[in-house]
């Protein structure tokens, strides 16, 4: 009986700490499944097996910040089906679209012995960006449950099942106090995607934003409320400026606090 042909899995880093990687890693046990449905093809985090694309499912996990980074991304595109990105630095930028804001030379300058060795974009971008991507898995790191649905949902050919609304619906459904209206502790839970598992919350924390804009995000109103709650302009553009600093509604939002 002929082998069953199995859809071939890459995943890949750019600029990024790896976590989101890890994230399927972690799977563990589910991880046995998975590599029971696909062939992974390419995956330096887990094995140095290699094998030629094409691809059936990329996983793509970094932003782009080198010209080397621009060209890859291009054919990693090039070489995949279905291209997904995972986390907030390959679906805004990360944490090191911070230097979006300010003079990346003047960076180089005062980090580097030899500045002329640098060869680096003045900004941090979204694979989205760069190439067409098929579908964005947010957080940072991503959870593995929407890891596993998203990959059980493109195996099977449909939309994954992966909830675009806000922080303060599943702060509700977990039955967690609200943080600002209980504390007025400043939280991003009102205008940030669900995802994490209510894990700051919970733990009598503000919503730090890591999984980015929700599918309508109110930022204006959340950033009046939180001046309300003593916040300086200077506080309100911090909180928008953290992991998904880049993502349009929190950059604009942020830029609008200077």
């Known amino acids: 009986m002929a082998e069953r042909k199995k859809p071939k899995l890459a995943v ?12 399927l890693i972690d799977c563990e046990d589910e991880l046995l499944a998975i590599a029971d449905e696909v062939r992974i093809s390419y995956f330096l985090e887990a094995t140095r097996k290699v094998e030629k694309g094409p691809y059936d499912i990329s996983l793509v996990e970094g932003s782009i910040t080198t010209p080397h980074d621009i060209k890859a991304i291009r054919e990693v595109r090039k070489q995949s089906k279905v291209l997904v990105t995972i986390g907030a630095c390959a679906t805004a930028g990360g944490i090191q679209a911070l230097r979006n804001f300010k003079n990346v030379k003047e960076f180089i300058r005062c980090v580097y012995a030899h500045p002329e060795y640098i060869d680096t974009l003045t900004t941090s971008t979204a694979v989205s960006d760069h190439v067409h991507v098929d579908f964005e898995l947010r957080g940072c790191p991503i959870s593995k449950h929407q890891l596993l649905e998203l990959l059980n949902a493109t ?20 039955g967690v106090v609200c943080r600002m209206v209980a504390a007025g502790t400043p939280c991003l839970g ?6 994490c598992g209510t894990l700051c919350p919970s733990k009598d924390r503000g919503c730090y934003g890591c999984f980015g804009p929700m599918e309508t995000p109110n930022t204006a109103s959340l950033a009046a409320h939180l001046k309300e709650l003593g916040q300086s302009g200077r506080d309100v553009q911090r ?20």
């Open 239 to 258: 909180l928008f400026r953290s992991f998904n600093a880049n993502a349009e509604a929190f950059r604009k939002e942020s830029e609008s606090h200077g």
């Open 190 to 195: 009102p205008v940030t995607q669900a995802g």
């Open 155 to 174: 195996l099977n050919g449909r939309k994954p099942n992966v909830s675009h609304h806000s922080q303060c619906i599943e702060c509700k459904r977990n």
């Open 12 to 23: 890949w880093k750019f600029s990024s700490c790896d976590g989101c990687q890890l994230s």
